[in-house]
């Protein structure tokens, strides 16, 4: 006969010793999700802290090209006209001293008058160009295209451009996957989308502070998105 090998412990022992496992696995994913809440918590708040200094930035930065843009267009001006007074000068001075014909007299004035509105255009030219390369660089760090960017205008126009540009990713993204899954995920965010641009345009009409705390929490919002739209393509950011 086979021999009974007992561990000394009693059944009611080892329900025991079983719920006290469980309880003790129970605990410590509690606290496991806990400590993940936290981390998320200040993950967030840095992330916070970080788009608003970056907005800072950008704002001062927009504002020293501004700045400068109007600078250059007044120089070159100034330069423009100082040059049309010199030529006019020179013009009258000859013509006081009787040393140049009838002929060559008004040939030079046909000049000096041509001046004028010849420097007007290159001047606005000097302008356009700047204005375009300033456009650029906008563009560039909000991550659209210039003609994006170029098809909206006001305070948030560099916003309502990268909601524009999500909606057209989102598109994508519904053309790849006509599953019921992913159309349900391209609504939601064409909805979030709908709310943000709304949020925009109501922003144009509020006090400078309360415009810019607006601006923050949209391109949170914004920031947000895209991390699901890649998420959703399987990208960890």
């Avoid at 000097?126 to 003609?147: C, F, T, Y």
């Avoid at 601006?215 to 890649?230: N, P, Q, V």
């Amino acid at each position: 006969m086979g021999l009974i090998v007992s561990d000394g412990k009693s059944r009611a022992q080892r329900r025991a010793e079983a719920k006290a496992l469980k309880t003790k696995a129970k605990m410590e994913a509690k606290l496991d999700a806990k400590a993940k809440r936290k981390s998320d918590k200040i993950d967030r708040r840095a992330a916070a802290k970080s788009d608003r200094k970056a907005t800072r930035a950008v704002t001062k930065s927009t504002k020293d090209e501004h700045k400068a843009t109007v600078k250059a267009a007044k120089s070159a001006e100034k330069v423009a006209q100082a040059n049309a007074k010199v030529e006019v000068a020179k013009i009258q001075a000859e013509a006081n001293k009787h040393l140049l014909s009838t002929t060559n007299v008004k040939r030079y004035l046909a000049v000096a008058r041509l001046i004028a509105p010849i420097a007007g255009p290159v001047i606005y030219r000097a302008s356009v160009g700047i204005r375009e390369q300033l456009s650029i660089a906008k563009a560039n760090r909000a991550g659209v295209s210039p003609d994006v960017l170029r098809q909206f205008s006001g305070h948030g126009a560099t916003l309502s451009a990268r909601i524009a540009t999500t909606r057209t990713s989102i598109d994508n993204l519904s053309a790849q996957d006509s599953s019921p899954e992913s159309n349900a995920f391209t609504e939601a965010m064409r909805a979030r989308l709908a709310n943000l641009a709304a949020a925009v345009d109501a922003a144009e009409m509020m006090p400078t502070t309360q415009r810019r705390n607006a601006h923050l929490a949209i391109d949170r919002e914004l920031s947000a998105i895209d991390g699901d739209i890649l998420a959703r393509l399987g990208v960890k950011g």
